[in-house]
């Protein structure tokens, strides 16, 4: 029962370690590991390089502190009184909101008091000191004309100040310090700066793992505060706003079902802002855009249009190479810090947001456990190519279904686990599927070379287009047995001996056929018919077949020396051997095929067999068998005319190489060369050769021949 259990659990292995896969897979998905965080992100860089947000004009600009500006105007830090000049410029062309993407947190040191005291070593006197400019001061007073957004970032260090809040909070729902990550310090802007301006942000970026800017926050957490952005800061102030209001799951119209999944809008002014789960906002990045960008020197210079700031959000940052305010972008391209929270503000004026729902989640593992138990299902009853033909449908529906999602939508569904968990349930399933078949086809392989030489099977495996009817010419070797008396055997022996007899020996003589790569062409009763060179061709089948044969021999004069101890009187086996041209293919109808050869090659092979009776020899070989090995060891039998033929063929006995080098075999040879140049010595030869080794069979058949009044080594034989 247990094996059966078993069994069952491997003809079902495919089934439920798909399924293991697929649980892997959604635990995976919902965990959210490393990996599948930065190989999803890395798709939707994908996508945004095939579909970049198109630009669209947006009352947002950025003063460009670039290269020019400060070859034109001196290296940075500026004074803070230039720094002035231009707030007073973008006030009085009417600018929305001025939004320093730069932290102003030591005083500055090209102030006259500060310079005079590093001129002289000490400070100037109050009078003096009252009397010269301060341009901190100038730089403040600027700030508090108009509306101003400073900028600080938070850290994770203790520091000594807060930065300045200077809009309030309402919220709804869930607390949304819970979702937001927690800082401990911030370096800060200072304070007579942040008391001046109208908004004051936090600076910061979530980077990813590979340091690439995908979303921009909106709150940031400080201890126990909320603090908003410059992006949120930035929209707050250009629209007049005093507060924000944020909304967490739990709140009113936000369905959660009790679960606490995160912030899902910040609202700010008017203007409400999706987000994600940690509210963040995903940006959809256009390629650079040169209409963006002022520079700072053309402000100054009074060669910027009114019409190009009035009513527009304006971000002071820097892209010059040497201040390195750069990021990473999902376009694979680098880009200003300052363009980043330009790009996220036009975003949120436009509408047009990248957004991850929260029903993505649920919607792609339904769709990883939809499409995999189909696919489960489906390979176990369908073909290897309709099995691909789905699986690859399936991780192809999901990437497009995604892809087109993202251009349609503006939606960002992951595309890559619900295709990863496609291809592995599939391969997994179909892995195990075809091992099982293929040990199915190895169990049915093994029990056909039962019956069938392996190296036909094989052949027919690598080659089934070979299964057809049909054959062609060729050499081969042909290699015949017979068991001597083997049917008075029967007659007298009972049958359950003689079936389990003829089994031992058909099969040592069959394993040896095949250890020698030869095909079993049939099994007469006890007679074996082997062929070498068909159906793999063999260049050495002559080698090949005589090799066998000696094994062959030397299995049966053994088994038989057994059974003859055991109380049965096995007679000898006879073995012959030919080479020719055949006829070699498969042959028969539709309904069976049989693989063979035909041609007088064949007839001639089982001649050489059957005349071991009349020459009592054992093992009879071809000389065209002969002639295609060069390394033959035998010795001459004479030319054989078989019965029914008029030309002879030369007949040889094999030996092994210490039979050759006995002495009977050169006396052997000495007379059959004897009898081969007619020499009437040859009678004497023959007789002495018979007297001295009377069990040599060949021997005495010369020498009955020559008693007889034959000569040479032409034999005619008049029985077959």
């Known amino acids: 029962m247990i094996r059966r259990a078993v069994a069952a659990m491997m003809r079902l292995a495919h089934i439920w370690l798909s399924l293991i896969v697929l649980a892997v897979a959604l635990s995976a998905h919902l965990a959210k590991p490393a990996i599948i965080i930065t190989l999803r992100d890395a798709a939707f860089d994908v996508y945004q390089r095939w579909s970049p947000r198109d630009y669209q004009a947006a009352p947002v600009r950025i003063l460009d502190i670039d290269d020019e500006s400060l070859e034109k105007l001196g290296q940075w830090p500026w004074p803070r009184n230039t720094l002035a000049r231009l707030v007073d410029r973008l006030q009085a062309m009417g600018a929305a909101a001025i939004v320093f993407d730069i932290v102003f947190a ?201 019409d190009s700031v009035k009513g527009f959000i304006v971000l002071v940052g820097s892209s010059a190479a040497g201040l390195q305010d750069t990021r990473f972008s999902p376009l694979g391209n680098v880009i200003p810090g300052v363009e980043i929270h330009a790009q996220a503000i036009e975003q949120i004026i436009q509408g047009t947001y990248l957004t991850r729902p929260d029903w993505a989640n649920g919607a792609e593992l339904l769709f990883m456990v939809t499409v995999s138990v189909a696919l489960v299902l489906l390979i176990a009853g369908l073909g290897a190519l309709w099995s691909a033909v ?50 199915q086809q190895r169990w049915i392989r093994d029990a056909f070379s039962s019956y069938v030489s392996p190296n036909l099977v094989w052949h027919l495996i690598e080659n089934p287009d070979q299964l057809s009817l049909g054959g062609e010419r060729r050499e081969c070797t042909f290699l015949f047995t017979d068991l001597a008396n083997f049917t008075s055997l029967v007659e007298q022996s009972d049958p359950e001996v003689i079936v389990s007899l003829l089994n031992e020996y058909l099969d040592g003589m069959v394993q040896i056929a095949f250890q020698h790569d030869g095909t079993l062409d049939k099994i007469v009763g006890d007679a074996v018919t082997i062929i070498f060179s068909a159906p793999v061709v063999q260049p050495d089948h002559a080698a090949r077949g005589i090799a066998c044969a000696l094994a062959m021999d030397s299995f049966a004069q053994a088994f038989a020396e057994a059974k003859r101890k055991e109380g049965i009187p096995l007679g000898k086996t006879r073995i012959g051997v030919n080479s020719g041209l055949v006829i070699i293919g498969n042959f028969g109808g539709d309904t069976v095929f049989d693989y063979t050869a035909h041609g007088d090659a064949i007839n001639t092979a089982a001649r050489m067999e059957s005349v071991n009776k009349h020459l009592g020899t054992r093992v009879c070989i071809s000389g065209f068998t002969v002639a295609g090995c060069p390394d033959f060891i035998g010795r001459p039998v004479g030319t054989l005319v078989l019965k029914g033929k008029t030309k002879g063929i030369e007949a040889f006995e094999p030996l092994t190489e210490a039979e050759a080098g006995s002495s009977a075999v050169a006396a052997y040879l000495a007379a059959f060369e004897l009898l081969e140049r007619r020499d009437p010595d040859a009678d004497t030869a023959f007789a002495a050769l018979a007297e001295n080794y009377p069990d040599d069979p060949l021997a005495a058949f010369h020498l009955k021949r020559l008693r007889a009044g034959e000569t040479g080594t032409t034999i005619v034989m008049t029985e077959k």
């Open 106 to 306: 030591e005083p500055d040191r090209t102030s006259p008091a500060r310079v005079f005291k590093q001129w002289t070593g000490t400070p100037p006197a109050p009078d003096l000191e009252t009397n010269l400019p301060d341009h901190d001061r100038i730089f403040a007073e600027s700030l508090g004309k108009g509306r101003v957004v400073t900028g600080f970032v938070l850290v994770n260090r203790p520091t000594p100040r807060a930065p300045a809040i200077k809009a309030g909070f309402a919220t709804a729902g869930d607390d949304p310090r819970l979702f937001l990550p927690v800082h401990s310090g911030a370096v800060t802007t200072l304070p007579q700066f942040e008391e001046a301006a109208a908004g004051n942000g936090a600076l910061n970026f979530t980077p990813g793992r590979d340091g690439v800017i995908r979303r921009v926050p909106m709150l940031l957490r400080l201890g126990e505060t909320l603090y908003p952005t410059l992006v949120a800061e930035a929209l707050r102030v250009a629209q007049g706003a005093s507060s924000y209001v944020v909304k967490s799951s739990g709140a009113s119209a936000k369905i959660s079902f009790g679960a606490h999944t995160g912030i899902t809008t910040v609202r700010v002014g008017t203007i409400p802002v999706p987000t994600d789960a940690e509210g963040r906002v995903w940006i959809h990045y256009t390629r650079a855009v040169a209409q963006r960008y002022l520079p700072a020197w053309k402000l100054l210079a009074g060669q910027v249009h009114a």
């Open 390 to 439: 789905i699986g690859l449908t399936a991780a192809a529906g999901a990437g497009a279904a995604s892809w087109y999602a993202f251009v349609n939508a503006d939606l960002l569904f992951d595309p890559l686990s619900p295709v990863m968990t496609t291809v592995a349930v599939y391969l997994v399933c179909s892995v195990l599927r075809h091992m099982h078949t293929e040990r």
